[in-house]
């Protein structure tokens, strides 16, 4: 079992190495990276555990998912899940929704860079692409979002 903290510091290299920003916890076993596009920052965490990271961006938190397209919502995102590749839509035990990927500690910069990018598309492709086709209140969310008026 590798160490949490070796691992910490091997993505902060490569975090480095793509010119990202990150910060590191005060326990050092997570990295958040405030990710932007165009005029949106939203923040991507990754979690170092003894043998799995994982790379997430909150889409939504639950109490801004209306109760009446939670129905919408996850079957929008399952067909996602089975449509785009590497992309990985979920939902905690608090039904807050995520764009997320796992992978190994012992993975390689473009294995990581791959994981991470898809990560990021899931967060766009919901505010992009899903919202639209949802409708109703999570249309409007991700104009306000996207800054479309």
Request: hydrophobic share 40%; aromatic share 10%; net charge negative.
């Given at each position: ?26 326990n ?24 799995w ?34 992309v990985?839509?979920s ?33 766009q ?6 919202a ?18």
């Amino acid at each position: 079992m590798t160490d949490i903290l070796e691992t910490v510091e091997k993505v902060k290299g490569w975090l480095d190495e793509l010119n990202l920003k990150c910060f590191i916890s005060p326990n050092g076993t997570e990295i958040m990276l405030p990710y932007k596009i165009d005029d949106r920052t939203f923040n991507v965490r990754i979690v170092i555990a003894p043998e799995w990271m994982q790379l997430f961006c909150q889409i939504m938190p639950y109490n801004e998912v209306p109760q009446e397209l939670v129905g919408a919502i996850h079957a929008n995102l399952l067909l996602a899940n089975f449509n785009l590749n590497e992309v990985t839509f979920s939902i905690d035990p608090e039904g807050n929704i995520y764009s997320e990927n796992d992978i190994p500690i012992d993975s390689d910069l473009v294995t990581f860079k791959s994981e991470l990018g898809a990560v990021v598309f899931g967060y766009q492709y919901f505010f992009e692409q899903l919202a639209p086709k949802i409708g109703g209140a999570i249309e409007k969310m991700s104009k306000d979002k996207l800054g479309i008026t």
